[in-house]
């Protein structure tokens, strides 16, 4: 079966660990994409990478760092500068990055930070 | 400040019962425009998309009204099943050869026996 998987499902960490999230898909998409989504909010972009070894800030990069040095992954790491990481994570892929395709959204890391 | 604005509910409505969610945006130059729904502590998934002659799928229809910037979803005859949070989302260029959606909070809906 074809999608996109995050690992792992709950995250739990100390203030002041850094920690990574896993994303990975296998629908052979170029574009993906890191959101945050905390209670009562709409999704937030992170960062996004439309291909290999390239990504972009999207509205709140401050804090999270990512790499794209597989097509298939897509991990994000949360800092020990980001102020407030509890939230629910989600990453994303899209055929490119379009406004018009459909973008698909893995199964989120709901990360409590300590 | 790019925005989408949606009514946050909650909708708590009968079965069978006709319910109608709408959505502003703010940015003029959007490009396209959606509906995704999301169960609750699920990830988002694509309802369907919006065009400007407007389209049906089923129970489902969406209208979009550039001049207004104004999106509306329109469900009809509500299922228990229906139950979720229904995000509307505006896809707008950012640069550089991409674009990024900018996602409401959402309309959470409850369709009780």
């Known amino acids: 079966d074809g999608g996109i998987t995050q690992s792992p499902k709950y995250l739990f960490r100390k203030e002041g660990q850094n920690v990574t999230l896993s994303c990975e898909q296998n629908?052979?998409?170029?574009?993906m994409y890191w959101y945050r989504q905390d209670p009562g909010q709409g999704l937030r972009l992170i960062y996004y990478?439309?291909?290999?070894?390239?990504?972009q800030k999207g509205d709140i990069a401050e804090g999270y760092s990512v790499s794209r040095e597989k097509k298939e992954s897509f991990p994000l790491t949360v800092t020990s500068a980001q102020k407030n990481p509890t939230a629910f994570y989600l990453c994303?892929?899209?055929?490119?990055?379009?406004?018009?395709?459909?973008?698909?959204f893995g199964p989120g890391t709901r990360l409590t930070v300590l | 400040r790019k925005e989408v604005e949606q009514d946050p509910g909650p909708f708590n409505v009968p079965e069978g019962a006709t319910v109608a969610f709408n959505c502003t945006y703010s940015?003029?130059?959007?490009?396209?425009f959606f509906w995704y729904r999301q169960d609750c502590r699920k990830e988002p998934k694509l309802l369907m998309s919006v065009y400007s002659s407007g389209n049906e799928d089923g129970r489902f229809t969406a209208q979009l009204n550039r001049a207004s910037q104004y999106i509306s979803l329109l469900i009809r005859d509500s299922k228990l099943s229906d139950s979720a949070t229904y995000l509307c989302?505006?896809?707008?260029?950012?640069?550089?050869?991409?674009?990024?959606?900018?996602f409401g909070k959402g309309t959470k809906l409850s369709v009780i026996p």
């Open positions: 994303a892929s899209s055929i490119v990055t379009s406004a018009y395709n459909e973008q698909f």
């Open positions: 629908l052979n998409h170029d574009a």
């Open positions: 990478s439309q291909i290999v070894n390239d990504f």
């Open positions: 989302v505006v896809a707008q260029y950012s640069g550089a050869g991409s674009y990024q959606l900018t």
């Open positions: 940015n003029s130059a959007s490009q396209s």
